[in-house]
């Protein structure tokens, strides 16, 4: 894999080369509603999570997605892991999110390797279900062993307080 220049020493790291557990699919609510991961590889791992939403965050559109009609709800939404991408537009994903697992469905945020640009997704739905900023941090740093390295994503959910009454 080409790094197009980028001083990112992981997209010199070839897929072979990582731990296997890498790929897993992570929840990371205690109702089993929410899961990030990174690049789908098997779309099994995720129907069989009962999974029908997925938020794409990385920067090619997945390989296999299921287009049976009225089984899954696909969002593309591609962002750098770097800087905070459009504001108005990230929340409204976290809205969008939140309102489908407060009414059971099943979602997954998922990147290139499910550390930063998917834990920043989720944790924006925790937040909006409840969880204070900090809260989401920790949690998300528990569940997905070095989850929000990138201090940008991780100091903007830190900063957020109880959720406030959204319109």
């Not at 059971?104 to 930063?116: I, Y």
Request: aromatic share 6%; with cysteine; net charge negative.
């Amino acid at each position: 894999m080409a790094n197009g220049g980028s001083t990112d020493n992981r997209r010199n790291v070839r897929e072979d080369d990582l731990p296997p557990d890498l790929y897993q699919v992570t929840q990371v609510d205690d109702a089993g509603r929410l899961f990030i991961s990174p690049v789908i590889h098997d779309w099994d791992a995720v129907s069989s999570r009962g999974i029908d939403t997925v938020i794409d965050l990385e920067g090619g559109l997945d390989i296999g997605v299921p287009t049976v009609p009225n089984q899954i709800l696909y969002v593309y939404f591609p962002i750098l892991d770097e800087d905070l991408p459009n504001l108005e537009k990230l929340d409204a994903v976290a809205a969008l999110g939140a309102t489908l697992v407060a009414r059971g469905h099943r979602v997954l945020s998922h990147c290139g390797m499910g550390f930063n640009r998917s834990a920043l997704v989720a944790g924006l739905i925790l937040n909006r279900l409840g969880m204070p900023g900090p809260q989401v941090v920790r949690e998300l740093r528990a569940r997905r062993n070095g989850a929000l390295f990138n201090e940008h994503f991780a100091r903007h959910l830190e900063a957020l307080g109880p959720p406030l009454e959204r319109s």
